[in-house]
């Protein structure tokens, strides 16, 4: 499909979403990959076994979405709401979700592997265990948090493992113990969260 006739779509969806005429999108079996759906409505669209690989759905709205078997690889999804969509055996792998709403999002079997988690609300989701935890430090609103089944950790723009984790609060905060003892504390409150 091409840029014009999937804008034309998206049009009629979101004329749809607000009762003015238009039609619900169905965007089931179709190659979106590398498109722009940056800034769409797509609450209740149709999207199963679709390719949106590379594509740009930064600031796109998914709520309430069921999404199975789509394909985001690579795609750009900052920003984007999909609180409470479902995702199955959705391929994540390498996609930007710097930002999203996940809240409420329910996962299954969904790959996330090389998948940019930063800023990520996670919030009430299922299918994953991620702990939050908010830290008191000299940024606003920080937050660590760890996926278990991913076995990645991220907090401001850090993403990556335990160790790596611990050897960037070692360099970045080399000249503040106490500021460092806090993150310690709080990666062992998570640790031992997660051992229960």
């Not at 709520?63 to 750009?76: H, K, P, R, W």
């Not at 993403?159 to 106490?178: C, F, I, R």
């Amino acid at each position: 499909m091409n840029q014009e006739k999937l804008n034309i779509i998206l049009e009629k969806h979101e004329k749809w979403l607000r009762d003015k005429g238009g039609e619900r999108a169905d965007l089931s079996n179709i190659d979106l990959s590398g498109l722009d759906l940056s800034g769409s409505k797509l609450e209740r669209a149709y999207l199963k076994n679709t390719n949106l690989t590379r594509a740009n759905l930064s600031n796109v709205n998914m709520q309430s979405t069921y999404l199975i078997g789509v394909n985001f690889e690579e795609a750009c999804l900052t920003e984007a709401d999909l609180s409470n969509a479902t995702l199955h055996c959705a391929n994540l792998g390498g996609a930007n979700l710097s930002g999203v709403n996940l809240e409420g999002a329910y996962l299954i079997r969904v790959n996330l592997s090389d998948a940019y988690l930063n800023w990520v609300n996670w919030q009430n989701i299922k299918g994953l265990t991620a702990v939050i935890v908010q830290v008191d430090t000299t940024r606003r609103n920080n937050q660590i948090t760890y996926i278990k089944e991913l076995d990645i950790w991220t907090t401001g723009c850090f993403q990556g493992t335990l160790d790596e984790l611990k050897a960037a609060v070692e360099q970045t905060h080399k000249h503040n113990e106490k500021l460092r003892n806090r993150y310690y504390r709080v990666i062992d409150f998570i640790l031992n969260e997660v051992a229960e």
